[in-house]
């Protein structure tokens, strides 16, 4: 398996709080991602990196934000969750020229 | 923008026996890779096996093999031999070899849910 970190791996919280997904690879890969999985299982992009500084938005509209400070770290943070974010969120990497996504272990969110 | 299509939702198969999972994209791109990915429960998503556009041969890794259509841009992923660890989530991912605007991003299908009876 790829060496690819998501932390919390289960995190259940109230609705109104900020939280921090995080999510480190030590492959050295420039490409970063964000899937969200909805409970019937569907994956869709919501952000994307191709490098330090660099963030941009995906296929599926978010109220998260990320940043990319440094080439290993991908945080992905809700300044306020809501239930309608309870879902399962999946980050990814990707060598350069690999075309190949490693995925993390997943975090499972539930907002009450 | 590219779609795949799993019409599968749950697939069983006896131990030992083969299966075949099917999977259908929409492209207007020439080029492109294809992924087959396994989630099992509560576990991670790992790579099955990948298939390059550009290739006519099917791509092949051990117990897994992919019949590739272009024409018919059909990908259905062959598992010989069922054994009890394959059953997971299977998902048919494409994406574009282009880069920027987010192309690299992968397009799932919604997933096959595969059970190996005993």
């Known amino acids: 398996e790829a060496d690819i970190y998501q932390t919390p791996r289960y995190l259940v919280i109230g609705t109104g709080k900020k939280i921090t997904l995080e999510c480190s690879q030590t492959?050295?890969?420039?490409?970063m991602y964000w899937y969200q999985q909805d409970p019937g299982m569907e994956l869709h992009l919501i952000h994307y990196?191709?490098?330090?500084?660099?963030?941009e938005k995906g296929d599926l509209s978010s109220e998260s934000t990320v940043s990319r400070i440094r080439t290993e770290h991908f945080p992905l943070t809700l300044e306020s969750a809501r239930p309608s974010h309870t879902s399962q969120y999946l980050c990814?990497?990707?060598?350069?020229?690999?075309?190949?996504?490693?995925f993390g272990p997943g975090t499972r969110l539930t907002v009450t | 923008a590219q779609t795949v299509t799993q019409s599968q939702p749950e697939m069983s198969v006896q131990e030992a026996e083969t299966v075949t999972l099917s999977c259908t994209y929409d492209t207007s791109e020439s080029d492109y890779y294809l992924f087959w990915y396994k989630q099992p429960p509560s576990r991670q998503m790992i790579l099955v096996i990948r298939q390059e556009a550009y290739k006519q041969q099917n791509a092949t890794e051990n117990r897994f093999s992919v019949n590739f259509q272009k024409a018919a841009k059909s990908f259905s992923l062959k598992i010989s031999d069922s054994q009890l660890g394959d059953a997971a989530m299977y998902f048919c991912?494409?994406?574009?070899?282009?880069?920027?605007?987010?192309?690299?991003?992968?397009?799932f299908g919604k997933g096959t849910h595969l059970i190996i009876q005993p």
């Open positions: 991912a494409y994406r574009s070899m282009y880069s920027g605007g987010g192309a690299d991003g992968l397009t």
């Open positions: 492959m050295g890969h420039d490409k």
């Open positions: 990814a990497s990707e060598g350069q020229g690999s075309y190949e996504q490693y």
């Open positions: 990196s191709y490098g330090v500084n660099s963030t």
